[in-house]
């Protein structure tokens, strides 16, 4: 076997594998959206088995018009502050009620939801394997999964704003 053939060998045996560990998936319709704009985020469940995320029910986000629309979401957004990633207000560690939502095998789940920070986003899932009722405890060991990176735009100056206080803040997830 030829060194070049073993490499091809190599590259699509990783790939294989890349593939099987990425069994829970964060889809987005796009790469880049406009602040305010409705993102659907699509959880999909490639395993054979059900999982169990923690969606954290109360979650407000607003539309340009300053409407706010109920957006139940399993995921939190993450922005990037130079070299580092920082948590945005929402998600499954700050709102009013947290519950555990299993997704069975091979099955998917949309979750809409709007963001009015710009700049480079990703979204994190923390899930467990089969039914879980603890899945919500932050102490409890979950698995991780990572969107793509994408970009929110932001809106043209003439565009209505909501208030200061429905705007999404940076919170250091050390703290």
Request: aromatic share 8%.
């Amino acid at each position: 076997m030829t060194q070049r053939a073993v490499y091809v060998l190599l590259f699509l045996l990783c790939a294989l594998c890349m593939r099987c560990h990425s069994q829970v998936v964060i889809e987005l319709p796009a790469d880049h959206f406009k602040a305010y704009d409705q993102i659907d985020v699509r959880i999909k469940n490639h395993t054979k088995n059900a999982i169990t995320v923690c969606v954290e029910f109360g979650q407000l986000s607003f539309s340009s018009d300053g409407q706010s629309h109920g957006t139940p979401t399993p995921v939190y957004v993450e922005r990037r502050t130079g070299t580092k990633w920082q948590v945005l207000l929402n998600g499954p560690y700050v709102g009013s009620s947290r519950q555990p939502v299993s997704l069975e095998a091979g099955k998917s789940s949309l979750f809409p939801f709007r963001l009015s920070d710009a700049g480079e986003m990703r979204l994190i899932l923390k899930y467990s394997i089969g039914k879980d009722d603890q899945v919500c405890d932050v102490s409890k060991q979950r698995k991780t999964v990572r969107s793509r990176v994408f970009r929110i735009i932001k809106p043209s100056p003439t565009a209505p704003t909501p208030s200061a206080t429905s705007q999404n803040h940076l919170s250091d997830p050390a703290a």
